[in-house]
């Protein structure tokens, strides 16, 4: 049987079509191995006078700034020896370069330095830094919120001052053991730390609705609370008294704990509410017979 021969010019046309597709993937595979090489081909980067190596495909790998100026979208700027400038800090840029080449990077400890790497990430559009960094400064915001800020005073000046700027009730403890003239009896020391310790912990129980200042410099006092309320000294609770003993003057200071609660508790009643109108209350609750009496532990437990 006689064998079937296509025509001169089909069989040369296949043949120019089977030479046109080798040559079209030898063209791919060229232009695959030419990206490869472009990619492993390393750049000297001087940015904000810090120089640092890296390759095109890590400025390239993630669709940001970097691509854009490393891939012919943007003109870039070099010195003779061919470092590329890029006029930004190069503080934080190990880290940028770091997060392009692994996805991911250690944040700072510290808030000042999540702003500034937060400042980079932006400017060079890395979006999934951007959201880490923000992330971090969340957690930041929330592992170092403090309880309460006690400001220390050392003169009436500052003590007005916080006094007359304050939205919240305030308690001022003045402590001073160096005021003295006379010894001291036996338990005045224990019982001004007592003092002490309790404003402590008022201030880190109420300090969301009382502002509390400490005075260390007084004016010959030793240990004494002020309550104020609207700009103004509601009540005061002197615990120290001088005492006579063996012909002899001696510095007792004493620990109202009761007393310094009650106080605590009408201040509270000067606290500025949004739901109710701002009127200036100036009467003195005292205790009645109907009023639970709050010990200092139920107190500062609840």
């Known amino acids: 049987m006689a064998e079937c021969i296509p025509p001169v010019d089909e069989a040369e046309t296949e043949l120019s079509k089977k030479d046109k597709d ?23 980067l001087n940015v904000g006078g810090c120089l640092y190596y890296t390759t095109i495909g890590t400025l390239t790998k993630h669709d940001n700034m970097l691509r854009a100026m490393f891939s012919g979208r943007m003109e ?11 006029d930004r800090s190069g503080k934080h840029f190990g880290v940028i370069l770091n997060y392009l080449r692994d996805g991911s990077v250690s944040m700072p400890d510290n808030r000042k330095e999540c702003l500034e790497l937060l400042a980079e990430a932006k400017y060079y559009l890395i979006d999934e830094l951007v959201e880490a960094v923000e992330k971090r400064l969340m957690r930041l915001k929330e592992e170092h919120q403090p309880l309460c800020l006690v ?15 304050s939205s919240k009730p305030v308690i001022k403890l003045l402590y001073n053991r160096g005021n003295n003239k006379y010894s001291y009896t036996s338990n005045s ?37 002020t309550f ?19 012909d002899r003057k001696h510095t007792k200071i004493e620990f109202p704990e009761a007393k310094i609660l009650d106080e605590t508790l009408n201040i509270m009643l000067y606290e500025k509410r949004l739901d ?7 009467a003195h609750i005292e205790p009645t017979s109907r009023t639970r009496r709050r010990t200092p532990e139920n107190f500062l437990s609840e």
């Open 22 to 44: 080798e040559g079209g993937e030898e063209e791919e595979l060229k232009e695959v191995l030419e990206t490869l090489k472009t990619q492993g081909t390393y750049v000297k």
């Open 76 to 86: 870039v700027q070099s010195d003779a020896e061919g470092w590329v400038l890029v």
């Open 151 to 165: 400001p220390v005073i050392t003169s009436l000046e500052e003590a007005h001052q916080i006094v007359s700027t």
């Open 189 to 225: 020391d224990d019982n001004l730390l007592k003092n002490i310790e309790l404003f402590d912990k008022l201030s880190v129980r109420l300090g969301s609705r009382i502002s509390f200042i400490k005075d260390i410099v007084g004016r010959g006092e030793i240990c004494c609370w």
């Open 228 to 246: 104020y309320g609207h700009g103004k000294k509601v009540a005061e609770i002197c615990c120290e008294s001088i005492v006579y003993a063996t």
């Open 276 to 282: 109710e109108p701002q009127v200036v209350r100036t």
